[in-house]
């Protein structure tokens, strides 16, 4: 399922890997393959913030598209040896639940957050009110035509 259109030909997505943690190379290869492209991140506050812009360069560039691209969302390399795991994940399902989050096993990406569980239905648009105008009356339009009774009065006496 690669995703190639000509504006965007790879979906950016954000990998959050603790420092000092090796990427194996079946990573990058899955990700190619699903047509997302990597930006790298360490610190899970700018793993964070960069999942965001490319959420909302994502909802940018599918306004002008026909077939809109999915957002990758983020990618956790070894939740367990990023400080405070618990609660970035709290944080990022309770601000912004509508990106996913994916963890790699180190072998195969696995749902850590379904987005699409969470993304609110739309409200179905609000039914017309009847609406039928009243006629004006003649002395309702002659004070439209020529202004209040203080204007016909000022261009009695002129």
Do not use: Y
Not at 32 to 53: F, K, N, Q, V, Y
Not at 80 to 94: G, L
């Amino acid at each position: 399922m690669t995703m190639q259109t000509e504006d965007m030909p790879m979906a950016p997505c954000v990998v959050l890997v603790p420092h000092e943690h090796a990427i194996n190379e079946q990573l990058p290869r899955l990700l190619s393959d699903r047509g997302w492209s990597p930006r790298l991140e360490h610190d899970p506050r700018m793993a964070m913030a960069e999942a965001c812009l490319v959420r909302r360069e994502l909802q940018i560039h599918n306004a002008w598209e026909t077939e809109p691209v999915p957002i990758p969302g983020l990618i956790v390399v070894e939740p367990d040896s990023i400080p405070d795991w618990k609660e970035f994940r709290s944080a990022m399902v309770h601000h912004v639940p509508d990106i996913p989050i994916w963890r790699w096993n180190g072998t195969e990406l696995e749902v850590e957050h379904d987005a699409s569980a969470s993304r609110p239905e739309e409200p179905p648009p609000p039914s017309p009110l009847p609406f039928k105008p009243e006629p004006l009356s003649h002395e309702e339009v002659s004070m439209l035509l020529h202004g209040g009774p203080e204007d016909t009065e000022q261009t009695d006496q002129s």
